[in-house]
């Protein structure tokens, strides 16, 4: 009886561990979830996912009076809407998200508390260069093994040539931009304003 209590242990805990490695380091759910709903995802905008995962949306500055200026003007030009999630994840662990406009105006979102939320996140998210570059090996390897409708060898020399430019940040192809009219912030989860629906 002891054996068998303690074998049941051993087992759950590596289901466990198992399951917390694929949260944490996992891409490849996070890709298959975006290429279902942006199924006309380009290589640039699987860079634009990834990049956001790996290093949050800190290119935005710490400036709260340019993050309100920039925030209150792309409101102004939308039409809110209660038809796309007020968050996506996009990183494994869950702890960054876009947090969609529409959705936010359309609850009615406190913007002064958005701007407070993306200057924290933004000063505070630690971004990783290492994790950037262990995604895009994941990509590359979901590629060359056809779970993803892309070139391995059109990935490789799409990241080697942002590695050159010290992996900037990337805007959305037109393609993407004209088929979804993207309209998002990127922020650390655990700096999220109260919002209703999270």
């Known amino acids: 009886m002891l054996k068998l209590s303690l074998l049941t242990l051993i087992i759950s805990m590596l289901i466990i ?30 860079y634009k996912l990834v990049h956001h995962a790996a290093m949050g949306g800190a290119h935005m ?17 939308l039409e809110p809407s209660a038809d796309e999630p007020l968050l996506e994840e996009v990183s494994p662990d869950g702890e960054v998200v876009r947090l969609n406009l529409r959705r936010f105006k359309a609850q009615n979102g406190v913007v002064e508390e958005l701007v407070d939320s993306l200057a924290q996140s933004a000063a505070h998210y630690v971004e990783s260069r290492d994790k950037l570059q262990e995604y895009w090996i994941q990509l590359e390897k979901m590629a060359a093994s056809q779970k993803i409708p892309y070139n391995p060898v059109q990935l ?28 998002y912030r990127v922020i650390a989860r655990k700096y999220l304003p109260n919002l209703n629906d999270r």
């Open 17 to 46: 561990f198992q399951g917390c490695g694929d949260r944490q380091g996992n891409i490849d759910g996070i890709i298959e979830k975006h290429l279902r709903k942006y199924p006309e995802m380009e290589i640039q905008d699987l």
């Open 156 to 183: 490789e020399i799409f990241f080697d040539e942002m590695r050159e430019y010290g992996f900037p940040p990337a805007h959305h192809s037109d393609n993407y931009r004209n088929k979804y009219k993207p309209a």
């Open 61 to 77: 500055g710490t400036d709260r009076q340019r993050i309100r200026d920039y925030l209150v003007k792309e409101l102004e030009s």
